[in-house]
């Protein structure tokens, strides 16, 4: 291949060397020439776009990705594929103005002390190097890297500079309707002058997020700076860091979005939000604000509708578990527990439960704090505790109100756990949550709170424990580290997505002989495994055996 520098690819002389190698055959390089791209498309984009069969590799494509690794080899470039959440987004956007980088068609993608490492498709274009080498006082690294994600990144990347650097602490707006639907890549008609920047800010972060299938968003003020991040597979990643002013404006803009009082920053608050990406799905957000020393922290965790409708193989239940759950949720009558920490997929389990058994021949009644998800064929009530509307209270209401099913979102104290007990031996079926470390844990804890030892043994039908484990990436198989180039899919962390590890216990004649006075936590444990109890660890060995995780995974999650 040519190596003058300060010129730009050539289609030609690219498609040569691919014959050369045999990655193509010559009807491919004609049907490349005879199907021409637009002029500002590269010419490595011209010949993803025909998705070539790789002709030294059956079976596998010349997609971009591809062809860029191919061409850093050949002119010995590393190649980066660009991983977003591994950009200082806040530092880079100050190395280099907009209009620069678009001219030379470069993203600086790192920066330190010493040298700013920059990403370029066209590795004969030096000229811009010296230029920006001696503006910045640092030495420049060059990398390779895709055509598009240039753009497309440094288009999203200089725009949200652009409004960060813009943003003024907006006015307070008045409370909206009681739910307002945000409509995403739409600039809100009633957004003033003042704050359109926070409009586009709050509008990118939401779509990023979901883009990036994080479950939660963390806005984090602090004394000279806030900090964005996002959860994704269990893990938070930092993304931004914004001015102190412009943080709290986000904040003030979302609560605003949520319906909450914009006011008032003494006491925690929530709010819930809808929001509309541009292909049209729905996602909904759950808003939590917490008052510190340096403004209100924010929350949102994010529901992708679907997720209601997940079946339980997705959630991870299977086989002999999955047939025993479904018995328990045959069941008339009783009590049944989930339990794990905070973030242990209940939430997905438990609706996943209820969305089975709400059918048109059942009333479904659920008293949560907050409503989760929302959900039309549930009969859904949201605690408040400002009104005296508590847990049990609240069961109270409901049972008034002809169930047939119950569910309590949490089990927190001595009150709650009584009427949930009544409500079971009354004909009903309750369906609630505890924070335990195990399944058998779960019988300790009802006795903490003050639940007669017979009624456990009368009601309690089933306790299931459960954790989210990472799962292995189907492209790399969780050997990610091993390649010179990040995995696309799991940006070389080896993991994508979650799946559950689960433990149930349904109390057989010796289980329920053990609850009394003097139960110890060790001895039903003992009992509960003769009776045939697979534990987390247990379910997490399977899982390892079937290639779905490692053990590094479950021994993080079930230490």
Not at 183 to 204: C, F, K, M, N, T
Not at 539 to 549: F, M, P, Y
Request: proline share 5%.
């Amino acid at each position: 291949m040519h190596t003058a520098n300060n010129h730009d690819l050539d289609l030609n002389r690219l498609l040569d060397t691919l014959l050369a190698e045999q990655r193509l055959q010559p009807n491919d390089a004609l049907q490349v020439l005879e199907n021409p791209a637009p002029a500002a498309d590269h010419p490595l984009e011209t010949i993803a776009r025909l998705a070539l069969e790789d002709r030294q590799h059956p079976g596998q494509r010349l997609d971009l990705d591809t062809l860029c690794q191919w061409l850093a080899d050949k002119v010995e470039q590393p190649f980066l594929r660009i991983d977003p959440l591994q950009l200082d987004l806040s530092r880079i956007s100050a190395v280099m103005s907009r209009a620069f980088a678009n001219r030379h068609g470069i993203l600086a993608v790192a920066v330190d002390d010493h040298s700013v490492t920059v990403a370029s498709a066209q590795p004969y274009q030096r000229e811009w190097e010296a230029d920006l080498a001696r503006s910045l006082g640092k030495s420049i690294q060059r990398v390779l890297a895709s055509p598009l994600q240039i753009r497309q990144l440094g288009q999203t990347l200089f725009r949200l500079a652009h409004s960060v650097q813009g943003a003024g602490l907006q006015q307070d707006p008045g409370l909206g309707e009681l739910e307002q639907l945000l409509e995403l890549g739409r600039r809100q008609a009633e957004a003033s002058a003042d704050d359109a920047h926070i409009v586009h800010i709050v509008d990118w972060l939401l779509q990023y997020a979901i883009e990036q299938r994080a479950s939660d968003i963390h806005l984090e003020p602090r004394r000279e700076q806030g900090q964005l991040r996002y959860r994704i597979d269990g893990l938070l990643h930092t993304v931004y860091a914004f001015p102190a002013s412009v943080t709290l404006a986000l904040v003030s803009r979302i609560k605003h979005l949520g319906r909450m009082d914009v006011a008032e920053k003494r006491r925690p608050q929530d709010g819930r939000l809808k929001s509309r990406l541009p292909a049209g799905a729905e996602v909904e957000l759950r808003l939590s604000t917490l008052p510190t020393p340096f403004g209100e922290k924010l929350v949102l965790r994010l529901f992708d509708p679907e997720q209601l409708h997940e079946n339980f193989d997705h959630l991870g239940l299977e086989d002999e578990l999955l047939r025993q759950w479904e018995g328990l949720l045959s069941q008339r009558q009783g009590i049944i527990l989930l339990t794990g920490p905070t973030g242990s997929g209940k939430t997905s389990t438990l609706y996943a439960s209820l969305k089975r058994l709400a059918t048109p021949q059942v009333n479904l009644c659920t008293i949560e704090d907050p409503i989760e998800r929302l959900e039309p064929a549930f009969n859904q009530l949201q605690v408040q505790p400002g009104l005296d509307l508590g847990f049990a209270n609240g069961v109270r209401a409901l049972l008034r109100q002809d169930p047939d099913i119950i569910m309590i979102g949490e089990i927190r104290d001595r009150e709650t756990a009584q009427v949930a007990v009544q409500a079971a031996l009354t004909g009903h079926l309750v369906l609630s949550t505890l924070h335990t470390n195990d399944a058998c844990g779960a019988i300790t804890r009802l006795q903490e709170l003050g639940v007669a030892d017979y009624l456990i043994k009368a009601t309690l039908i089933g306790v299931m424990a459960q954790r989210l484990v990472r799962t292995l990436c189907v492209d790399c198989q969780g050997t990610a580290g091993l390649h010179s180039t990040p995995c696309r899919l799991c940006r070389g962390t080896g993991y994508h997505g979650r799946t559950g590890l689960f433990e149930l216990l349904v109390p057989g004649a010796g289980l329920r002989a053990s609850i009394g006075p003097d139960t110890d936590l060790a001895s039903l444990r003992q009992q509960a495994v003769r009776e045939g109890l697979h534990d987390l660890r247990r379910s997490g060995e399977d899982k390892i055996a079937r290639g779905l995780t490692s053990l590094s995974e479950v021994l993080r999650v079930c230490s």
